[in-house]
């Protein structure tokens, strides 16, 4: 979904061998598949809630405009609608789904809807697998009416945030993508580099096939990627109401490739019903969308579930509740690497108590953004980071942290300079202004040298 890409008219047309019919579910609402055979639930919304009211902002940043601050134009697709949060084009329908509706106003702009989860750490135990899943209904709309229509309901790579300029490598999952109202779903998969690369950008390495049982557009289907680390090679899967069509191995792609997509802290999941671009246009062969194109008709979406299996440590259960870093709270532990968006940041395995992975690679300008962090009623009068330091030459920097923008006052900071080590850690405290309420938390890094200068693994407030 990510960027301009041509797709090979044979890709809208192949479709798996496997063609077994299986029963349709008829509600428009469904609960949330508890997990079976060994699964967990770690993350899901089922879009509860009144109607002509906006997803929930704990689970879901609602993206404006024609593209991120700094990133290509038109969200490197050359789509031509206006994303908005007017609930005209993003809502729920207080049946228990979300509606992302295009409109269209009388001088032919359009526009519409597009989400990304607050997290951005899907991805599976390691030794385990990982499975993003959404129940769906592709818009209702086919023929000359449908030109130009491009739903989606995707993953990227979480260093796309606050860099928008690293993909492919970061890796794209396209879960399920549809145009012009195609009787068909495309799984596709984005990596390595552009054109060409093990990913054959910027096509892509995808599949496609017809809905089993009832067609994709006015029905609900069940569209499911996984993320497979308990087999070797490593494998990924995309399948339909259960039947895999689309497969992937390790094998396939240079370590460089595999490393690049797979060695991060995880993925964001993404849902957006896009106006033309790249991919409808391929397909139509000319420009969408077109005179006769009828907005109006939205994707419906029932749930979206992020499920794990097996693997040393399964990520914590959580439906409502944010994890921490995300609409959590000041006073627990928040992962640094938890962050919403970020800036010149790397992420690596720790040595650090408790294990995980830390923030690294920070140097001058550098930052991270965590939204929605609640301090209460009693004011924070302190900040405290886990850090450390290889830095040589005597070398040092600042830690500061800052409220509501990236340039905005710090309400507080502390320098460090060599802690022994880059994996030598220490927990250091220093004073801020009293804050109450809830706010988006930056961490800026700034130095008057340019190298990478600290690492931080977790930070927390206290009163």
């Known amino acids: ?88 084009n993003l809502g729920l329908d207080g049946q228990g789904n979300l509606r992302i509706t295009p409109r269209r106003d009388a001088n032919g702009n359009w526009t519409s809807g597009r989400i990304e989860t607050q997290r951005s750490n899907f ?37 796309y945030r606050g860099n928008y300029w690293n993909w492919p490598g970061i890796g794209e999952f396209d879960v399920m993508e549809n145009v012009n109202g195609l009787n068909s779903v495309w799984g596709v998969l984005h990596c390595g580099v552009a054109p060409g690369g093990d990913c054959n950008e910027s096509t892509g390495l995808g599949a496609s096939r017809t809905c089993p ?11 499911r990627f996984e993320w497979d680390t308990s087999i070797s090679p490593n494998e990924f899967r995309w399948s339909v109401d ?14 460089t490739t595999w490393s690049n997509m797979t060695n991060h802290q995880g993925y964001f999941m993404l849902l957006n019903l896009a106006m033309g671009g790249a991919f409808p246009n391929a397909l139509h062969g000319g420009s969408t969308p077109v005179a006769s194109t009828q907005p109006g008709h939205p994707l419906v ?37 938890a962050y919403s968006q970020q800036g010149g940041t790397g992420v690596e395995t720790t040595t650090d108590t408790g294990g995980g992975q830390n923030l690294s690679h920070l140097a001058n300008g550098d930052w991270a953004l965590y939204r929605g962090i609640d301090f209460g009623s009693s004011p924070a009068r302190q900040f405290s980071a886990r850090a450390a330091s290889g830095i040589g030459g005597g070398a040092s920097g600042l830690v500061e942290v800052r409220l509501g923008s990236r340039t905005s006052t710090p309400i507080g900071s502390f320098a460090i300079g060599n802690t022994g080590g ?8 220093t004073n801020i202004s009293g804050v109450t309420g809830r706010h988006d938390v930056y961490l800026t890094f700034t130095s008057g040298q340019p190298n990478d200068f600290v690492n931080v693994n977790w930070f927390t407030f206290a009163r």
């Not at 769906?136 to 790579?157: D, E, H, K, R």
């Not at 049982?213 to 569209?223: I, L, M, P, V």
């Not at 259960?242 to 370590?255: D, E, K, N, W």
């Not at 979206?304 to 006073?331: D, E, F, H, L, R």
């Open 242 to 255: 259960g039947q895999v069509y689309h497969r992937l191995t390790q094998a396939q792609f240079s370590a």
């Open 123 to 159: 991805r599976p135990p390691a030794g385990g697998i990982m499975a993003m899943e959404s129940r769906l209904q592709m818009p209702n709309v086919t023929g000359s009416a449908a030109i130009g229509y491009w739903p989606a309901f995707w993953a990227l790579g979480a260093p």
């Open 301 to 337: 979406v029932d749930y979206v579930a992020v499920y794990t299996k097996g693997g040393g440590t399964t990520p914590p259960t959580t439906t409502t509740t944010p994890p921490p870093g995300n609409g959590g709270s000041a006073y627990s532990t928040i992962q640094a690497e």
């Open 422 to 429: 880059w994996q030598s850690w220490r927990t250091i405290p």
């Open 1 to 88: 979904m990510q960027t301009l890409r041509r797709k090979r008219l044979s890709l809208a047309i192949a479709a798996a061998t496997t063609l077994v019919v299986v029963p349709l579910a008829l509600s428009a609402n469904a609960a949330v598949p508890p997990p079976s055979n060994g699964w967990s639930l770690v993350w899901s919304d089922d879009f509860t809630g009144s109607a002509n009211t906006l997803p929930s902002s704990s689970n879901w940043i609602i993206d404006i405009g024609h593209g991120y601050p700094g990133g290509p134009a038109n969200w490197g697709t050359g789509e031509v609608q206006y994303y908005t949060n007017s609930t005209q």
């Open 213 to 223: 049982g009832s067609a994709c557009q006015g029905n609900f289907h069940t569209y």
